[in-house]
């Protein structure tokens, strides 16, 4: 099974880990800010929009950036 992330994106449902909330998370802490810096300079950060980002799914192989939120994707992680 697959689980739609984005416009034109649809990643297997098994490699999925964790759909980060960006609406809620701290900026001040900057341990979200950390862990997409790391996942960019490894190669493994893909935008998903170019509008403002609402979560980030993190993946097996990749960390996505999307602008559908975290709330709505859950909901389509627990629907499967």
Do not use: W
């Given at each position: 099974m697959y689980v739609h992330?984005?416009?034109d994106k649809s990643i297997p449902l098994k490699s999925v880990s964790a759909v980060?909330?960006?609406?809620?998370?701290?900026?001040?802490s900057g341990?979200?800010?950390?862990?997409m810096r790391a996942e960019?300079?490894?190669?493994?950060?893909?935008?998903?929009?170019?509008d403002i980002p609402e979560s980030l799914v993190i993946a097996?192989?990749?960390?996505?950036?999307?602008?559908?939120?975290?709330s709505v994707l859950l909901k389509r992680?627990?629907?499967?």
């Amino acid at each position: 099974m697959y689980v739609h992330i984005e416009d034109d994106k649809s990643i297997p449902l098994k490699s999925v880990s964790a759909v980060v909330d960006l609406s809620t998370a701290d900026p001040v802490s900057g341990n979200i800010a950390a862990f997409m810096r790391a996942e960019d300079e490894n190669g493994r950060l893909q935008y998903l929009t170019k509008d403002i980002p609402e979560s980030l799914v993190i993946a097996d192989d990749k960390t996505y950036v999307c602008s559908i939120s975290a709330s709505v994707l859950l909901k389509r992680l627990e629907s499967m």
